[in-house]
T-cell receptor, first 115, second 114 residues
Framework: KNEVEQSPQNLTAQEGEFITINCSYS?????LHWLQQHPGGGIVSLFM?????KKHGRLIATINIQEKHSSLHITASHPRDSAVYIC?????????????????WGLGTSLAVNP | ETGVTQSPTHLIKTRGQQVTLRCSSQ?????VSWYQQALGQGPQFIFQ???????GRGNFPPRFSGLQFPNYSSELNVNALELDDSALYLC?????????????FGPGTRLTVL
């Protein structure tokens, strides 16, 4: 079992729909990331969360530390939102010099938004 | 735009060859992490360098090695390439700030081993 689980694995939506992607984790974390990866590979960091909720444009990310769960919401989805969305957590138990920590990654949710 | 660049963008090698991938971090970033992402998989942590020394390593054999330089650039070297090494290689840089370091990702190098 992966330490970071995402659902759904694949998601197809119509333009304008409200989208939710879920992430559950089983390790102690200091922060959770939501990242976006387009075909061709480059990764873009969308959010970094340690508690509560963050909003950026049409994207909203929430985290419940007690339940070890996070959600990424996309409002008024658009075809340009089509990408793989990855949840990754900063492993609190792994420390190295300089207080830099390792990311543990989910497998990603592949989102396709149709016009 | 994260300020992290990687080169080359794409690379094709044959089994048994050696490859060097490069990453240029943001100025002042003292930490770089390398990840391997096989097709259809999530990224896997290879290792991390902090102030030019290896700071931690994932489950990768010794033929994966790295270097970090004072000018905020780094290299990932892979010897004796195997077919399974075909993947997207990502570097991420960060700088210590309080209790957490946000990581900035490069666009990746796609390596194909034939």
């Amino acid at each position: 079992k992966n330490e970071v689980e995402q659902s759904p694995q694949n998601l197809t939506a119509q333009e304008g729909e409200f989208i939710t992607i879920n992430c559950s984790y089983s390790v102690g974390i200091s922060a959770l990331h939501w990242l976006q990866q387009h075909p061709g590979g480059g990764i873009v960091s969308l959010f970094m969360l340690s508690s509560g909720k963050k909003k950026h444009g049409r994207l909203i990310a929430t985290i419940n530390i007690q339940e070890k769960h996070s959600s990424l919401h996309i409002t008024a989805s658009h075809p340009r939102d089509s990408a793989v969305y990855i949840c990754a957590v900063t492993d609190r138990s792994w420390t190295g010099a300089g207080n830099n920590r390792k990311l543990i990654w989910g497998l990603g949710t592949s989102l396709a938004v149709n016009p | 735009e994260t300020g992290v660049t990687q080169s080359p963008t794409h690379l094709i090698k044959t089994r048994g060859q050696q490859v060097t991938l490069r990453c240029s971090s943001q100025s002042g970033h003292n930490t770089v992490s390398w990840y391997q992402q096989a097709l259809g998989q999530g990224p896997q942590f290879i290792f991390q360098y902090y102030r030019e020394e290896e700071n931690g390593r994932g489950n990768f054999p010794p033929r994966f090695s790295g270097l970090q330089f004072p000018n905020y650039s780094s290299e990932l070297n892979v010897n004796a390439l195997e077919l399974d090494d075909s993947a997207l290689y990502l570097c991420a840089s960060s700088f210590r700030s309080g209790s957490y370091n946000e990581q900035f990702f490069g666009p990746g190098t796609r390596l194909t081993v034939l």
